[in-house]
């Protein structure tokens, strides 16, 4: 029975304003104005910024007479500095709203930037810790739209923004509930173009976000439902996404899948998070390759805490043995099916900062998250089964 796209079409408000489907990206100048936005700053990463479908949505916005202006100097991993580049242009033109378009880099930095446009403190005084967003001035937000060109972070549908802070070297999360977009674009059309590789990288980053989410011991009944039927998805559409780029009913159910897994996460995340902000902003890797990489050596180190979650999630997503070793199995298989490697020498980290890297890790915000309390020796044990691929912590 061949797809109709016209069958996974919708409007949602969860948890935002979502307008999904194919061709939706014809919406955005609509959906501009709705938000009263004359004058966007589009904001995207260099690799995107060239590309036709970034050059007709801002062209669909100049010929409905919304002026607009493109800031595309980001870092895989966004920085302070990319920031103020990005407020420097979004006040130079005079802006009064923010187009996030691309993966979790381009939409991160662009949300930091309508955060940051009326705001007087430095952006690393709104670290998502304690109540420091109540001191940010809600009015000094700028309004989102934002257009996610992959199916990975789900950060089109997050309140907060992850940033590498470049005075210590450390990715920070900035929190506040006014950044999460006021109209989110879902349109899977725009992630055909993407390679085989990074449909991978990105899809187990969602699955990644599904997996701490449900993993979390915090009680959120709804975010771990959502978590469920994201995996599912993810075991479902991510292979075949990966394996054609051009299946669209695997990019349309990837794209809900990433959403999924960040509404999810206001559950909790854990050590596969919390192990990979420090690598990533010490090494500069792929964030939901990073991700990918830690999950097996995260399972197994929290394997006393959640075996028995996992026999009812494996039940739930039809694996052939319904036990811990069952789902172990199956993420690995999953990994190996991508081309995802399998150890962190694979991905160019060596283990000569792993001391730091812990250090790092138990304070990072997602630790408080994992199903067993972190303590830099046991994130140093992940770190050396992860260097060199022992999943039998």
Request: with cysteine; aromatic share 8%.
């Amino acid at each position: 029975m061949s797809f109709d796209p016209q069958s996974l079409t919708a409007n949602w408000s969860f948890p935002t304003q979502i307008r999904f489907g194919v061709g939706r990206i014809a919406e955005l100048p609509r959906a501009l104005s709705s938000l009263n936005i004359a004058r966007p700053l589009f904001v995207t990463d260099p690799g995107l910024a060239d590309l036709p479908m970034v050059r007709d949505a801002i062209a669909s916005c100049e010929d409905a007479g919304l002026p607009t202006i493109l800031f595309a100097k980001i870092k895989p991993n966004p920085t302070g500095t990319n920031l103020e580049e990005g407020l420097a242009a979004y006040r130079d033109g005079k802006c009064d709203g923010v187009i996030a378009f691309g993966g979790g880099s381009g939409i991160d930095a662009a949300k930091a930037i309508a955060f940051m446009a009326g705001q007087t403190k430095s952006v690393w005084e709104f670290e998502d810790r304690g109540s420091n967003w109540k001191a940010a001035d809600p009015d000094g937000i700028a309004p989102i739209v934002a257009i996610p060109t992959t199916a990975g972070t789900g950060t089109e549908v997050g309140r907060a923004s992850v940033l590498v802070d470049e005075s210590d070297h450390t990715k920070k999360i900035i929190f506040h509930p006014k950044m999460l977009p006021s109209i989110v674009i879902s349109d899977p059309e725009l992630t055909v173009g993407l390679p085989p590789k990074l449909t991978a990288a990105t899809g187990m980053d969602a699955l990644a976000h599904c997996l701490e989410a449900y993993c979390s011991p915090f009680f959120h009944p709804l975010a771990e439902g959502v978590s469920v039927e994201g995996m599912r998805l993810v075991k479902d559409f991510l292979p075949r996404a990966t394996a054609d780029g051009q299946d669209m009913e695997a990019r349309c159910n990837m794209l809900i899948a990433a959403s999924m897994g960040a509404t999810a996460f206001q559950k909790g995340l854990g050590g596969i998070h919390a192990l990979s902000h420090p690598v990533g902003a010490l090494y500069d890797t792929h964030h939901g390759l990073t991700n990918a990489v830690f999950m097996p050596y995260v399972l197994a180190f929290n394997r006393a805490a959640i075996e028995e979650k996992l026999v009812r999630l494996s039940a739930w997503l039809g694996l052939e043995r319904g036990d811990f070793g069952g789902f172990m199995d199956w993420v690995l298989a999953l990994r190996e099916q991508l081309g995802i490697p399998h150890k962190l020498s694979d991905i160019g980290v060596d283990d000569k900062q792993f001391d730091l890297i812990a250090a790092m890790a138990v304070v990072d915000p997602s630790a408080g998250g994992n199903p067993v309390p972190l303590d830099e020796a046991g994130c140093r044990e992940m770190l050396e089964a992860a260097f060199e691929g022992r999943v039998d912590i």
